[in-house]
């Protein structure tokens, strides 16, 4: 469920948030309302994912991780982050997880879209999600190259003929170790572009 952070505020003004110590631009979100908030829904086989910038990068292997866990929290911060001690506070309890992930590095406004994205990346890992169980085996970032992650190869689908641009005859030739060896070629190159 989503829970409104406001609701744990204290004041007439249902403030979640207050000026930096030490000065600096923007509002830190308060530790007291988070703690309140998380405490009122967690338990013992729970991971508290905070969403920041200088957490962990986010990646399939992390999704595969998140799959066999029971509850999960997201801690959506807004302005300049949450107090850093309510990480501290939830890491020093050994009774569950804490994780700091990030999605990129890039600032959003904050937690929500990338709550979504990891949703998303860990729901269509849930046997039976995906209509076809074989489309996971074939995945992006599954694929490697001596140790190396790649990206999926480029797909084609009908008409054979679009604009002037062709399928690649190799697709059409029904060879499939042809296929297969011009397919981690072409993964392999298009990984080595993304670099």
Request: proline share 4%.
């Given at each position: 469920g989503?829970?409104?952070l406001?609701?744990?505020a204290?004041?007439?003004h249902?403030?979640?948030?207050?000026t930096?110590y030490?000065?600096?631009a923007?509002m830190?979100?308060m530790?007291?309302?988070?703690?309140?908030a998380i405490?009122?829904i967690?338990?013992?086989?729970?991971?508290?994912?905070?969403?920041t910038p200088?957490?962990k990068?986010f990646?399939q292997?992390l999704?595969?991780?998140l799959l066999h866990?029971e509850?999960?929290i997201?801690?959506c911060?807004?302005?300049e982050?949450?107090?850093h001690?309510?990480?501290e506070?939830?890491q020093?309890?050994?009774n569950f997880?804490?994780?700091?992930?990030?999605?990129?590095d890039y600032v959003?406004?904050?937690?929500?879209?990338?709550?979504?994205v990891?949703?998303?990346a860990?729901i269509r890992?849930?046997?039976?999600?995906l209509?076809?169980p074989e489309s996971?085996?074939e995945?992006s970032h599954?694929?490697e190259?001596d140790?190396?992650?790649?990206v999926?190869?480029?797909n084609?689908?009908?008409?054979?003929?679009w604009?002037?641009?062709e399928?690649?005859?190799?697709?059409l030739?029904?060879?499939?170790?042809a296929i297969?060896?011009?397919?981690?070629?072409q993964?392999?190159?298009?990984?080595?572009k993304r670099?």
């Open positions: 989503v829970h409104d406001r609701e744990q204290t004041n007439n249902k403030q979640v948030d207050d930096p030490g000065g600096g923007g830190v979100m530790p007291e309302v988070w703690g309140k405490d009122s967690i338990t013992e086989d729970s991971e508290l994912i905070i969403l200088a957490g990068k990646d292997e999704a595969s991780q866990s509850n999960l997201f801690a911060g807004r302005y982050g949450i107090d001690r309510v990480t506070h939830y020093s309890r050994s997880r804490v994780h700091e992930i990030s999605i990129g959003l406004n904050g937690g929500e879209v990338a709550t979504l990891i949703l998303e860990v890992l849930i046997p039976g999600v209509g076809n996971l085996a995945e599954t694929l190259s140790g190396e992650k790649i999926e190869y480029p084609y689908t009908k008409p054979a003929s604009r002037g641009l399928v690649p005859e190799i697709l030739s029904g060879n499939h170790a297969k060896a011009f397919r981690t070629e993964a392999i190159k298009r990984s080595q670099e």
